[in-house]
């Protein structure tokens, strides 16, 4: 059973004054409209769209600030003062989404759309409906003259999905004093699913796994196909890829992974969930292990993994091929690291004739475990909303740019107030949509949210 279906569906009921949805929404709108793409779109115009909002609000100039490394690479860094009883809170979105094809969608991925209870556009769920919610709280914060005990500070980056200019991590290396705080609430990650119509848990994500490509090529003196031999480039890449897919990596648990397992096992139940008590117990018993692993996403969430994405090999269909290469493209937890996993994919094969480099050599980044008071907060923030919902911490299986925050000694936690259908996700993908009202609710989670982490 999938993440479970015992939990009976919530209704949500909360008092969002229709200003503040119809605020939300043109906020929401105008950045779907700015193309962010990496080929095409400008990050900057959209960090200016919003910078114009702050002015207009009576921020001051000297807290609104749009900068980057490249004319439209901007990011949006904007400070609400505090009383400064206690060290900022960061709140970081991304504003620079996947590529999009008109050709591949049913309608204009840069033309916001309503219909039939969703709103459609590039970026919907990742991440400008939560760019969105932040700046619509900030202002409606600014508005209702909210005074924290702590600065808040708003990060509207580029460069998060792809590009040669990541915005995050150029904040942190050339103006950290900009975004040094006391911990990091990320929007690009977490969030609420259904499953059947039914609120299965909300996920606060406080470790993710580590991109690592590694390429593996066979290179071979060839020959004329008439005259075919087993030392073949290919028959050594291939075996060597039947070996990977062969192996699995041992369990590598931490204290995020962990809790997920221990809270995910009440909710799931059954042989699944005892699967899951037992590996946060003992992690290294084969049977619960074993059945844990044939479900994708729980494998991934108890190891490192690595599949091969890319294959290229030979020259002509007559000849015998001089090269073979294949991209094997790795997820590392926490706690593990490239040169580990590169003598493991090497014992592996255990074939001289192939030999394995990494792409671009990567830093994992810590887990960020929870503090039981954060836990809290947002436990209360989510039940006011959404009564019975159990928050459970996760693991993210890919990438987000809170791995920059957490390497700079930052906890990051991934949080969103956002319910996606976990059998429709489209994040990335064709018609890219949010429902509208796990729009409106997710703004207003966020509003209570950094109310009581504010104070």
């Known amino acids: 059973m999938r993440l479970g279906l015992l939990l009976l569906a919530s209704t949500c009921v909360f008092a969002q004054l229709p200003k503040e949805r119809e605020r939300a929404r043109d906020v929401f709108v ?12 400008d990050n900057t115009q959209a960090a200016e769209a919003m910078a114009a909002r702050f002015r207009a609000a009576g921020f001051p100039p000297a807290d609104i600030q749009v900068l980057g490394p490249n004319p439209h690479k901007g990011n949006l860094v904007v400070r609400y003062r505090g009383t400064g009883a206690a060290k900022p809170i960061l709140f970081i ?7 999009a094809r008109r050709e591949d969608w049913s309608f204009d991925p840069f033309k916001f759309l309503e219909k ?3 709103f459609y556009g590039r970026g919907a769920e990742d991440d400008k409906s ?3 919610a932040l700046v619509a709280n900030f202002l409606r914060l600014k508005e209702e003259g909210f005074q924290p005990d702590r600065d808040l500070i708003l990060a509207l980056t580029s460069d998060e999905e792809g590009g040669d200019y990541n915005g995050a991590a150029w904040l942190l290396h050339t103006h950290r004093d900009l975004v040094d705080a006391a911990f990091c609430v990320n929007t690009d990650a977490g969030g609420g699913e259904f499953e059947h119509g039914r609120r299965i848990a909300l996920s606060v994500q406080a470790a993710e796994k580590t991109f690592q490509s590694f390429k593996f090529e066979v290179k071979n003196k060839g020959g004329h196909s008439s005259l075919p031999v087993p030392d073949n480039a290919i028959y050594h890449l291939a075996g060597s890829l039947d070996a990977i897919q062969r192996y699995a990596f ?6 995020v992974s962990r809790g997920f397992f221990d809270r995910m096992s009440a909710i799931v139940g059954g042989q699944e969930g005892s699967d899951m008590k037992a590996v946060v117990q003992t992690p290294d018993l084969p049977g619960p292990v074993s059945r844990l692993s044939k479900i994708a996403y729980l494998n991934a969430m108890l190891r490192t993994t690595c599949v091969p994405t890319m294959l290229q090999a030979g020259d002509a269909e007559n000849a015998l091929p001089q090269d073979a290469v294949a991209i094997v493209n790795c997820r590392l937890v926490p706690g593990d690291s490239a040169q580990n996993v590169l003598s493991a994919l090497t014992h592996t094969v255990h074939d001289m004739q192939v030999s394995i480099t990494p792409l671009r050599p990567e830093v994992a980044g810590p887990a960020s475990p929870i503090p039981d008071d954060f836990m809290k907060i947002l436990e209360s923030s989510s039940n006011s909303l959404w009564p019975g919902v159990p928050v459970v911490p996760v693991m993210e299986t890919g990438a987000t740019d809170g791995k920059y925050f957490r390497l ?3 906890p990051t936690y991934g949080v969103s107030g956002f319910f996606y259908d976990i059998d429709d996700v489209r ?3 064709r018609d890219e949509r949010i429902g509208a009202e ?3 609710e997710g703004v207003e989670f966020y509003y209570r949210l950094m109310h009581a982490l504010a104070k």
Do not use: K, M, W
């Open 438 to 440: 796990s729009f409106f």
């Open 30 to 41: 105008e950045l779907i409209e700015i193309n962010t793409t990496d080929s095409a779109g």
């Open 408 to 410: 700079a000694g930052i």
């Open 93 to 99: 979105g991304h504003l620079d989404v996947v590529e």
């Open 130 to 132: 939560g760019d969105a």
């Open 427 to 429: 994040a990335h993908g």
């Open 250 to 255: 041992p369990v590598l648990l931490n204290p």
């Open 116 to 118: 039939d209870g969703y």
